[in-house]
Each structure stands twice: as C-alpha cells, then as structure tokens.
C-alpha cells in the first residue's frame, strides 16, 4: 500500500507517536507499505513555525532526514497535475494544505493517513 502522511501524522511520528493509533502504527512499520511525506507537509510546517502556531519541531530539516532514515519515507513533490485536481474537489473546507494532500491522495492513488474527519468527506482512502 501507498501511504500519505498527513501533516498532522507526520508530526506526531517525530515528536509524538504514542497519539498514533495502533492500526497506523503497524501500517507505518509495515514495510510492505511505502510512506511517502508531500513537499505540502514540509512547507505547511515551515510556514506554521515562522508564524509561531507550530513549536514542537525546532529543526526542520533535521526532524524530516531523521524520519526519511528511519521510517524510510520517500518525498512526494507537487506538480501539475495535483494542481489541476483541485477543480474536481467539492468544498467540504477550505483549507489549502489539506486539499493538496487530498489531491495528490487521489492523483496518486495512495491511502491518506490523518485522523482529520473532514477527510472523510472526499472520495479517497483513508487510515486513521
């Protein structure tokens, strides 16, 4: 399986995992499943930290290369056509980071973990 860490979860993998449920800790060490981490997540907490809303990732870089090595994520970068899907998604919230994550969930055909419910309004897979 293909999964997409949401932001959210990715956090909670570096700074908290206890907050992981039990199912997505065994989908995160299974490794079977790929784990990829959106270039949306990285900018959303880069612009989170300089406002001052997110301040339990003090490295960034440093807290994405340690979770690349240990959780074997692969990057997953925004293009064209993720882009694009966003005219196809309803506007169950507005929020832009989500909808990206939604989009590229859909474009890519991966599974989306977050335990976000307003998630659960789109048309894709989901493991919380």
């Known amino acids: 399986m293909k999964i ?12 908290e995992p206890e907050r992981l449920s039990p199912r997505l800790i065994e989908s ?13 997540s990285i900018w959303e907490i880069q612009i989170k930290a300089a406002l001052g809303k997110l301040d339990v990732i003090t490295d960034l870089k440093a807290t994405v290369d340690i979770q690349i090595a240990e959780n074997s994520l692969e ?47 789109y048309d894709l897979d989901r493991l919380y």
């Open 28 to 40: 995160i060490v299974n490794r079977q499943n790929t784990l990829f981490l959106s270039l949306v």
């Open 75 to 121: 990057l997953l970068t925004l293009d064209l056509q993720h882009i694009y899907a966003l005219s196809n998604l309803p506007l169950h919230h507005r929020d832009p980071f989500d909808r990206l994550l939604i989009a590229q969930s859909q474009v890519e055909k991966m599974t989306l973990a977050t335990v976000d419910r307003a998630f659960g309004l």
């Open 4 to 15: 997409l860490l949401d932001t959210h979860i990715f956090i909670w993998m570096a700074t």
